[in-house]
Nanobody
Framework: QVQLVESGGGLVQAGGSLRLSCATS????????MGWFRQAPEKEREFVAA????????YYADSVKGRFTISRNNAKNTVYLQMNGLKPEDTAVYSC?????????????????WGQGTQVTVSS
């Protein structure tokens, strides 16, 4: 079983930055593809970013490309999401996900493990 715990959310003004962290349990972290999804009130969950186990393959949603950066530290069993240039439309609960595969995907149903989520609120 893999447990994921997010941190780093909060309230920030438009144009500001936040760094989300996702700490994972288990010794198999380095074999998992990791992702971030978000869900705003009354909206469907949407893909944000994903990174392969080696960090060599990364994919972003068009809405965050150029502003967000996903990275991972396998020695610390942690994945990060650096968010710069935040906009009010980035306001959502951000969840970390894990997939026991070498391949990344943008589909939430491909990720069996989920964190509890962390709230990000961007004020205008």
């Amino acid at each position: 079983q893999v447990q994921l715990v997010e941190s780093g959310g909060g309230l920030v003004q438009a144009g500001g930055s936040l760094r989300l962290s996702c700490a994972t349990s288990g010794r198999t972290f380095r074999t998992y593809a990791m992702g971030w999804f978000r869900q705003a009130p009354e909206k469907e969950r949407e893909f944000v970013a994903a990174i392969s186990w080696s960090g060599g393959n990364i994919y972003y949603a068009d809405s965050v490309k150029g502003r967000f950066t996903i990275s991972r530290n396998n020695a610390k069993n942690t994945v990060y999401l650096q968010m710069n240039g935040l906009k009010p439309e980035d306001t959502a609960v951000y969840s970390c996900t894990a997939r026991p595969s070498a391949q990344i995907t943008v589909n939430s149903y491909d990720y069996p493990y989920w964190g509890q989520g962390t709230q990000v609120t961007v004020s205008s």
